[in-house]
């Protein structure tokens, strides 16, 4: 096993009270990441590594807990190291894990660092050449950095990639992704249907469900963007930023099972994704609980976000 760099100078591990989940807090002077490692049931079974590719994120999504907070990209090397840290630091036998799984999807905007990303995922794929690279993006308008990530995709057989659209429509999505450089729905199903073009690889849209964005209707609409021969959906719980309401999670899980129904009968392979350590240490995606507290400790390093003053501005002009 390779031994980490020494490019965090402070890493915290929580435990959960689920065994199969732990969330590991980075630290350096300037930065802050975090990630979470689960075993599914054993780690030489399945490893699931959520890893972060900026500190803070600008995108501004409301449901995430650093939607607010910038800072700036984590560099390559920082990227690798939450990968090869969390692997020594619980002595996972890379080399023998059966399903290796790195997603790119715990803070930050990976397309609007690919540069970075792709070098993190050219070493790590020459170390583990084994596991799945997924990149997890809201889908910034950024062309120079779709090229970027598509020439890796043809390059790397490992990298899956995955849309947060979360809404059926542009208007409610809005809502959601304040960012106004971001590509629509329709942009989006052009973007994962140039990903199947160049590596024959199936995107993924992953859609959050909640009690509004449930019916019928909105499995049609994603049925009208999102050819079930293209595309894969992945269904998830909402995980909310607030700690105190970790424990409404457990009232979508219903909601979530029916929209899946909806999504196979119109002939797509769904998947629902429902992490452990949501309700004690923050495990699910967006419940950047330490790294809020960080930003309101760091004024000078986590600066307000595009999406948030983006999204400020929108709240004044309907006050208006």
């Known amino acids: 096993m390779i031994k980490p760099r020494a490019v965090w100078d402070d890493v915290e591990v929580l435990e959960s009270s689920n065994e199969n989940v732990k969330k590991f807090i980075f630290r350096n002077d300037d930065a802050i990441a975090e990630a979470v490692l689960y075993k599914y049931p054993s780690y030489e079974e399945r490893t699931v590594m959520c890893i972060s590719t900026q500190s803070g994120c600008p995108m501004g999504c409301t449901f995430c807990g650093t939607g607010k907070y910038f800072n700036r990209n984590l ?5 690798e190291m939450q990968v090869l840290h ?9 080399y023998k894990v059966k399903n290796f799984q790195i997603m790119v999807m715990s803070m930050g905007e990976p397309v609007l ?3 970075h990303v792709v070098k993190s995922f050219e070493y790590l794929h020459s170390y583990l050449p084994h596991a799945k690279l997924l990149i997890s993006t809201s889908a910034p308008d950024a062309p120079k950095m779709w090229d970027i990530i598509m020439d ?17 429509t542009d208007d409610e999505r809005n809502k959601l992704i304040p960012f106004r450089a971001k590509l629509n ?3 989006i199903s052009k973007m994962g249907e140039r990903f199947h073009e160049v590596c024959g690889r199936q995107p ?3 859609y959050c469900v909640h009690e509004s964005n449930g019916s019928a209707d909105d499995a049609e609409n994603l049925l009208a963007l999102f050819k079930p021969e293209i595309w894969q959906a992945t269904l998830s719980v909402i995980c909310e930023s607030d700690q105190t ?11 979530v099972s029916e929209f899946s129904q909806e999504l196979l009968t119109r002939g797509y392979s769904t998947r629902v ?9 923050g495990g699910g995606c967006g419940q950047l609980w330490q790294v809020q507290k960080w930003a309101e400790e760091n004024p000078e390093l986590m600066k307000p976000s595009s999406g948030a003053k983006e999204l400020a501005c929108l709240s004044m002009k309907q006050i208006a």
């Open 75 to 79: 560099t390559q090397d920082e990227i």
């Open 273 to 281: 994704f429902n992490p452990a350590g949501q309700d004690d240490i």
């Open 113 to 115: 660092n690919a540069p």
């Open 86 to 94: 969390m692997a020594q630091h619980m002595g996972i036998p890379t």
């Open 204 to 206: 993924f849209f992953n």
């Open 245 to 255: 309401m970790a424990s409404a999670i457990n009232e979508q899980e219903t909601i």
């Open 185 to 187: 729905l329709e942009e």
């Open 152 to 168: 890796a995709a043809v390059r790397i057989p490992t990298i899956g990639l995955q849309f947060s659209i979360h809404e059926s």
